[in-house]
C-alpha cells in the first residue's frame, strides 16, 4: 500500500506566478521557487539564509532549449547572488532542510548526482562547466 502525503504551497504574494513556497508532509525539507524579476523577496525569506541545493533555469537565447544551472550553497541567498552575471535565467528553485540537518557534505553529494542526472535525462542544457565540489577533479561523463 502506498503512503499518502499532503503537498502544502504557500504563494508568498498571492500569485501561483510570484515567490512561492512547498513542504510536503512527512519530510523534512522545503522548496522555495520565483522569477528572477522578484528575486529581493525571494532571497529576503528565511529559507534563503540556509545551506541548500539550487536551480537556476530558462532558455538558452542561442538554441531556444531549455537550460540550468546546479549549484551547491551554505547560504542560498550569497551565492544566488553571485550568479546574476549570468544572463540565461528566468526562475530559481531552491530546496532547504527545515531540520538544521544538511550538512556541506550532504549538499555537495546531492550536487553531484543532481548534475548527474541532469546530464544523462538530457533534457535541459548545463549551464555548470564543472562537476560538483563532492567529485572535485573529475568530469561527471
Known amino acids: 500500500m502506498k503512503e499518502t502525503a499532503t503537498v502544502k504551497i504557500f504563494l508568498a504574494e498571492g500569485d501561483p506566478d510570484s ?4 513542504e510536503i508532509s512527512n519530510w523534512t525539507g522545503k522548496a522555495a521557487a520565483g522569477p528572477r524579476s522578484q ?4 532571497l529576503q525569506r528565511d529559507e534563503a539564509t540556509k545551506p541548500g541545493i539550487y536551480f537556476l533555469t530558462g532558455i538558452n537565447p542561442k538554441t531556444g532549449k ?3 544551472y546546479i549549484g551547491e550553497a551554505e547560504v542560498i541567498r550569497s551565492r544566488i547572488k553571485s550568479h546574476l552575471d549570468r544572463d540565461f535565467w528566468k526562475t530559481v528553485i531552491f ?3 527545515k531540520d538544521e540537518n544538511l550538512t556541506k557534505a550532504h549538499i555537495r553529494y546531492l550536487e553531484g548526482k543532481l548534475i548527474e542526472m541532469t546530464k544523462v535525462t538530457d533534457r535541459f542544457e548545463l549551464e555548470n562547466t564543472n562537476s560538483s565540489g563532492s567529485r572535485r577533479g573529475q568530469l561527471i561523463a
Open 19 to 22: 515567490v512561492r513556497t512547498a
Open 66 to 68: 531549455q537550460r540550468v
Open 39 to 42: 528575486l529581493e523577496l525571494i
Open 95 to 97: 530546496f532547504v532542510s
